[in-house]
């Protein structure tokens, strides 16, 4: 399973672990603020399912190259990267939001929507040729053999 893969799905896992524990210490009555259901509801959503699909996706779609790192995968690594920024940012402000009228935290969420909607771009770009069918991989691998040979 590539590296990028395992990370996904070990963050979506710690994503899963808060909202549990959110959603248990909101249910018991040990913990409450407002914002708590909207966060609970995106740690869950986003946070642990999103991640997973995304991570089980890349693992099971073949990529283009096998080689690991930041510069053969860039538009994963980068969706990982815009995902979990867009998570934290609303980490911190959807509570903040509500118990403050200061616009920066109205700005927050806004960068945090927009980060992951960038993320879930850049996994489009990332997972669009993997989805190809037989014939349309022969014709690249013939391409790549008439490159080289030239």
Not at 111 to 120: D, F, G, K
Request: proline letters at 5%.
């Amino acid at each position: 399973m590539p590296r990028l893969a395992r990370l996904f799905i070990k963050t979506g896992l710690l994503y899963f672990l808060a909202s549990l524990l959110l959603g248990l210490a909101t249910e018991f009555k040990w913990l409450n603020f407002p914002g708590i259901t909207p966060l609970f509801w995106h740690l869950l959503m986003v946070g642990w399912i999103t991640q997973i699909i995304f991570g089980v996706s890349m693992w099971m779609f073949p990529g283009r190259t096998k080689e690991e790192g930041f510069w053969p995968q860039k538009w994963g690594w980068l969706t990982y990267i815009m995902l979990n920024v867009g998570l934290v940012c609303r980490m911190v402000s959807e509570p903040a939001s509500y118990t403050s009228n200061a616009a920066i935290w109205n700005i927050l969420i806004v960068v945090s929507a927009i980060a992951q909607v960038a993320a879930a771009a850049t996994y489009t770009i990332e997972l669009w040729p993997r989805i190809q069918s037989k014939e349309q991989r022969r014709r690249q691998r013939k391409k790549k053999r008439q490159k080289s040979e030239n």
